[in-house]
């Protein structure tokens, strides 16, 4: 037997702090750390033809239960799963999958080596609404990134979405290890905000002016 129930309606809490509007711009670009621990970002581009662009946070964990009740639980660090879909890549985003082009085209196609795919650090930048109706700029950065290759397989000459998936394990910088860096625009970083389509934000860019 079931029971249906029409007027019951599940409601989960939301953060009513801020609202995601859009994506704005997704770049792309390798960082080095020096013995200092301080980060430089190399091959910067930006992506284009992006449909979607989606974090997913997941935590395990494991309950000990004894005597019929629950003596302690362990939680192991947040992990992160992307899910980044375009209409098109460019040769760099190739390389990061894994492959790199090295001849071809024409009427001889192209042919692409199978490598071990790229370490990069990707972040997506969108506007936002605050609680109080004004509107600004978030950045969302994600470091030492590892990416499937994309699922596309060519049988269809229509428009066709490229899917990615993405895991993020953090690097070591500026003596912590940090996976994902998030900041919003205000009138005291926004110089080195606006430096987004351009560049990767890293935490020391804005360590002095807090």
Do not use: C
Not at 137 to 157: E, K, L
């Amino acid at each position: 037997m079931r029971l249906y129930n029409k007027m019951m309606k599940f409601h989960q809490p939301y953060d009513v702090r801020s609202i995601r509007q859009a994506s704005e711009h997704v770049g792309y670009g390798t960082i080095e750390v020096s013995a200092e621990g301080v980060p430089t970002v190399k091959n910067f581009h930006s992506s284009t033809g992006v449909t979607g662009f989606t974090p997913t946070p997941s935590r395990d964990s494991e309950t000990l239960i004894a005597d019929a009740q629950t003596h302690m639980t362990y939680y192991n660090d947040t992990t992160w799963e992307l899910t980044v879909t375009n209409y098109q890549l460019n040769e760099l985003e190739y390389l990061m999958e894994g492959w790199e082009k090295n001849a071809g085209g024409g009427s001889a196609g192209v042919i692409y080596t199978d490598l071990a795919p790229e370490e990069f650090a990707i972040q997506r930048v969108f506007k936002i609404r605050k609680k109080d109706g004004t509107r600004t700029m978030r950045a969302q950065v994600f470091y030492g990134v590892t990416s499937t290759p994309h699922d596309d397989d060519g049988a269809t000459d229509s428009a066709v979405t490229l899917s990615r998936t993405m895991t993020p394990t953090g690097i070591d910088m500026g003596g912590k290890h940090i996976t994902i860096f998030e900041v919003e625009r205000d009138d005291t970083n926004a110089a080195v905000f606006d430096t987004y389509d351009s560049t990767i934000l890293t935490p020391d860019l804005f360590s002095s002016l807090v």
